[in-house]
Structure formats: structure tokens, C-alpha cells
């Protein structure tokens, strides 16, 4: 079972704030059908992108240009996407020793390669490997999740709630892989936006700077209730995972989630 992607291996066992740079404006066209919920966006200027989208059969075009701190903390989003775990570098491997106390706290880890991780959800004694998928960030992620919501976390790292499957997700694989969706859903590699939801997430993002992470915390907690919901076994992850990744678009996509603390299934979060 391996999710989508196109390079490396990772394999798993609306309203805005006052404060927005967003205007809306009418449109000329009419639209033939009410399916639609986000169009091309058409580039007007450096900066500038007009998305045009159908919402419950009225049509209008939101003209989203990035602020100052948009673009500084979008730079820096892009940065921690684009650095790949090196098991050589001191700050990884502090990292990764981080990540196993706030799992184990008061257990001792007897190597960074050990048979200890694959009680974590590793796929083996070396959990660098499994970074490939996604990079560094996506140990980040990790770590944030069991830091801030540490509840939530060893609940699910247990499989503490519901009847669970004899053939389960692997835990952190499945974090690794939830982190690789969430980046492919906000298209952040992309020098021009093509998704009208990058664009409500980059608001987001002008508000909170770890609304990746916060929103990391929210497409795990969905992806394991739709797993019980679903009755799912090992072989479903990927379609579960599609499922989840639906979820979170049609949350983002609510007109009245203007944080990712907005978002319904935040209050999964404890």
C-alpha cells in the first residue's frame, strides 16, 4: 500500500477576517451549473491572482493579493517543505530523540537505530527511512502533535478509541503520509496558485504561523475517526486517506472558519 506521489518512497502498514487583502467583485459571465466550487485563477499582475468560483448559485470572483507577511511566512512554510531529514546533522537527531520522549516519556531510547521505534509505528529499527516521503517537516509535524495535543496523540498512537482492526495503520508511517497530503492539497511548491484552497489556507497562515501543524493535528484525528467510522483494515489506508483529505477541504471551504481552530473537527483535538 504506497499513497500517490510522484518522487521517494513512503509506505503505509467563506469569509475572510477585516484584515484581509481579499476583495470581492462581481462577474460579467453567468455560470451554467451550481457544481462548481472554484475555477482557473486568472493572473491580473505580479502578486495578484482573481479566483473565480460558484457558490451555492451565486458567482463571484475574490481577488487575493499576498501581503507582506503572506509571502515571509509562505517562504518559510516552503523552506521546512523543502528540507529533507538527514540522519548526519545534530539537529535532526536531537529531533528525533525529542519525538521519542514526548512519546515515551521516562523510557529510554537506546539508539537512534533501534527495534524500539517500530513499537512507534516504524516501518523498522531506523526510522530515517520513513522520513523520505515527506522530509523533515513531517517529523515536525510529529513532534508538534504530541507537544500541543498530547492527549489526542497517545490516543491514537494507543488505538485507544473504537474497535479497532486486527490489521492496523502503522502510526507515525501514517503521519508521514498525512503530512505529504496535506502539502500536495495546498499545492505550496506552486510559483502561481491553482487552488482557490491554498488560498484560504495562506489567510490562515497570515494569522497563525503554525496553522500548517495545527492543521497537521486536525487531518490526523479526521483520518483516524473516518478509519473506525469506515470499519477500514490495513489494505484501505490509502482510500481512507483521500477521505480524509475531502474532509479537510470541505471544512477549509466553510464560510465561517476563518482559523484552523474554526474548522468542526478541531474539537476532536484535546
Known sequence: M????IQGSCVAIRAFSPSSSFSKCSHSNSVSSDDATCGKPLWMGKGLTCVC???????????????PLQEERLRRLRHRTNVYFDASRPDHQEALRALWSATYPGQELQSLISDQWKEMGWQGRDPSTDFRGAGFISLENLLFFAK???????????????KRAVWEYPFAVAGVNI??????????????????IRSVFLQMLSEN???????????FVI???????KNA??????????LARSQLEKELLMEDVLRIEDMPSYTLLC
Open 53 to 67: 468560483f460558484n457558490r451555492k448559485g451565486s458567482f463571484a470572483r475574490i481577488c487575493i493579493h499576498l501581503t
Open 179 to 196: 503530512t505529504f497530503m496535506i502539502m500536495q492539497m495546498l499545492d505550496l511548491d506552486a510559483t502561481k496558485p491553482r487552488k482557490f
Open 233 to 242: 483494515t490495513y489494505m484501505e489506508f490509502n482510500e481512507i486517506l483521500k
Open 148 to 162: 500541543t495535543f498530547c492527549t489526542s496523540f497517545q490516543s491514537l498512537l494507543k488505538k485507544q478509541a473504537g
Open 209 to 219: 504561523e503554525w496553522a500548517f501543524d495545527l492543521l497537521y493535528c486536525v487531518a
Open 223 to 229: 483520518m483516524d475517526k473516518l478509519w473506525l467510522e
Open 2 to 5: 504506497s499513497p500517490e506521489r
